[in-house]
């Protein structure tokens, strides 16, 4: 595959060099540039690299043809539109190829960018796009302004400079939470490495710090609750951090702070595999890339146990992990794919999945029905007790959340034996007039794992008879279920772990199929447990237990 631009369109890219902008600096002697240029510490994925030289842009567990990729077409949205216009790619492409051999493709891919984009301002120009794009072209810079081709190098810069003022002007207008923190980054980014660009360096901190304030709860974790959107929060201030470090710039505290606390909350949500739990439709990433970003983006923190606002609270013991999501779901202002899975649970041991959500494609492109990717979002698609077949937060039709879980209460204790924790949800008080409580003990020893739900009533609200109820418990790929003979328990074995006894009283024992989003978007069999019966007006409870045999 040709990566050069054919020779009209080099011309066309020249043009881009021509203008006011240009014409002041030629008459001031002093041609645009970067005063410096951060070094991006993150180690970017070296198949995708070899995928990208060889002509083939890597997404998900699609792949598409370079040639193929029409910037003009893609627009800002859509998760392929992002990867592409971001331009976050150049860190793979870094991982699998020197400047020398690596030039001549991204200048290909940025001179085709900016004929599409670069004359004036338009959907490609969305806020959160320049934020991450100048994020990526200041640490890349090596790999895009290489060219001999002095037009081209103008036109970059120039097209960079007019990105920078277009930010000052729009990033608040970004929307709220991750995007409007892009954006801001994008204008300290700019004010630390662009020429002239010290001025809006205290205006893009005061604005950075406000997104922060308004996405990022106390405890560092996002509003939107989504661990695939937590991984770029910690990426986004990572790069920013670097740029400060390029420019032989103080940070400031606020930033240091807010990305020590994004850390550990993003460690929070991992399992013993070392890839994200799956929360709020994200499925698990991929180790290798979340341990990428967490050993290159500068700082380190102890996973975040208990979380208020984040809500993932999180119990360990030798190699035995739980978490817990302990909060309602997100606003729907912050997040189109929230999911009623207040009060499930994911479990490892060691490296080996247990417990799992079935999770959701996230970003990546799918083949999934959307039907599916909806039904994914329930409560029954979590490890979670479900009433009468309910969702706990009502899901609409136009995909947004409803009513439901408004008050969680949370309470931990530590003890010399073991770690505690009770927690409860208002979300079935409105419909059934019952509210549902789950109590967790896990052994110091990190052997057992013993729950409790209950249903007790509260408000004015009563069922008349009797209401279905099943706690489902989805098992990890890999996990073989065997049923004991009283039909109340199951041998849990794996390739990865131990085998583990799993009991339980209060309701009958079933094993039903399910499914699970791998770290791709696709979807792979599994089983799930199920605890199934009817509880009345005065409520009931049953409990449950995971033990490890050795």
Known sequence: ??????????????????????????????????????????????????????????????????????????????????????????????????????????????GRWLLAHGSRPDAAWAPHLWGERILFWAAYAPYILSSGDAGYRSALLNTLARGARHLDGQAEKAPQGLPRITAWCGVVAAGLLVQGGVPRIARGEAGLARALTGAQFDDGGLVSRSPFEQMLLVDRLGLLRSCYSAAKQTIPDGIETASAAALA????VTLGDGALSSWQSCNPGEAARLAALIDGCGLRARPLRQARGWGYQRMSALGTIVVLDGAPPPPKHFSAFGAASTLAIEMSDGAQRLVVNCGGPGPLPTAL?????????????????????????????????????????????????????????????????????????????????????????????RIREAAPYAVRFHLAPGIEATATADGMGAILRSRGAPPWNFRCRGGMLTIEESLWIDGRGQARGTTQLVIVGEVSALGGEIGWQFRRTS
């Open 369 to 461: 029905s959307p039907e599916l990717v909806q039904g994914l979002r329930t409560t029954a698609a979590h490890s979670t007790l479900v009433l009468d077949d309910t969702n706990s937060t009502s899901i609409l039709a136009d995909g947004s959340l409803g009513r439901g879980v408004e008050d969680v209460g949370i309470e931990r204790s530590e003890g010399n034996d073991a770690s505690r924790i009770e927690a409860s949800h208002d979300g079935y008080v409105r419909t059934f007039g019952l509210a549902h409580k789950r109590s967790l003990m896990l052994g110091n020893d990190g052997k057992e794992l013993r729950g409790l739900d209950q249903l007790t009533a509260k408000g004015r609200k």
């Open 265 to 268: 909350a993003l460690h929070g």
């Open 1 to 110: 595959m040709s990566f050069g631009l054919p020779g009209a369109d080099r011309d066309a890219v020249r043009k881009l060099a021509r203008g006011s902008l240009l014409s002041r600096l030629k008459r001031s002697r002093q041609p645009l540039k970067l005063v410096a240029v951060p070094r991006d510490h993150v180690a970017g994925d070296r198949k995708r690299g070899d995928a990208l030289l060889a002509g083939q842009f890597p997404f998900g567990s699609e792949v598409r043809p370079l040639a193929d990729l029409d910037f003009a077409a893609l627009g800002a949205s859509g998760a392929l539109a992002e990867q592409v216009q971001g331009f976050s790619w150049l860190r793979d492409l870094a991982a699998a190829a020197s400047r020398e051999s690596g030039a001549r493709l991204a200048e290909a891919m940025v």
